[in-house]
């Protein structure tokens, strides 16, 4: 059906990249949490998603369609303070949220948990504010690297140690509207 129409090309070209899972892959995954979601949160008109810019904008994008709920969207932008390339923790808040969050039942929704610490902050945060609920819905999760627990309620997929890009995710700006998820083969090109 024309619904099943994609604005997605089905190949990018750049031999740089070495894909991960591909668009129909992601698709597919998103849609089994969105499905996810919305067998957790049945009858609940409290929802509210919450997605952290800029990474989470094609997954926030893909995800809020998967719910069959009423529910709001909101996002936050946050940037980790850094002590010369080693994320201390402590985040900075670059653009909050427009809504309350007061007795909400919140899903943050980022693009990938790497270390923790981003959600870890973000978590206490959220919940200082009155939260009824907080859960974590991200795209990818790279558990080697993680510093400190944090609990993945909605996981779309697990990737190795390495500095992946695309579906959001950027090099330095870069390689955010790919549909796939890949691998920089060679990262000065
Ligand atoms: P954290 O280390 O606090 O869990 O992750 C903080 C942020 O670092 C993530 O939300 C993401 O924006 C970025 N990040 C972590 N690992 C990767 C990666 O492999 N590729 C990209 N593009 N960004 C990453
Ligand atoms: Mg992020
Ligand atoms: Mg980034």
Redesign the pocket.
């Known amino acids: 059906s024309s619904l099943n129409a994609s604005i997605i090309p089905s190949e990018f070209t750049n031999p740089n990249l070495e894909v991960l899972y591909t668009a129909e892959q992601i698709k597919q995954r998103v849609i089994q949490l969105g499905q996810q979601i919305s067998q957790d949160y049945a009858g609940n008109k409290n929802l509210v998603l919450i997605g952290?810019l800029k990474?989470?904008c094609i997954f926030m994008a893909d995800l809020m369609r998967a719910v069959d709920l009423e529910l709001i969207i909101d996002f936050m932008a946050v940037s980790s303070y850094k002590d010369g390339t080693v994320s201390s923790g402590d985040i900075e808040i670059l653009k909050d949220l427009t809504h309350p969050i007061r007795g909400k039942d919140v899903i943050i929704c980022?693009?990938?948990v790497d270390t923790g610490l981003?959600l870890f902050r973000l978590t206490e945060i959220l919940g200082s504010r009155g939260a009824n609920s907080i859960r974590v819905a991200t795209l990818l999760d790279k558990p080697e690297t993680r510093k400190k627990e944090i609990k993945i309620d909605y996981c779309g997929f697990q990737v190795p140690n390495k500095f992946v890009v695309g579906c959001g995710l950027d090099a330095a700006g870069r390689y955010r509207n790919l549909p796939f998820i890949g691998v920089v083969k060679n990262p000065s090109l």
């Open positions: 952290i990474g989470s980022e693009d990938i981003t």
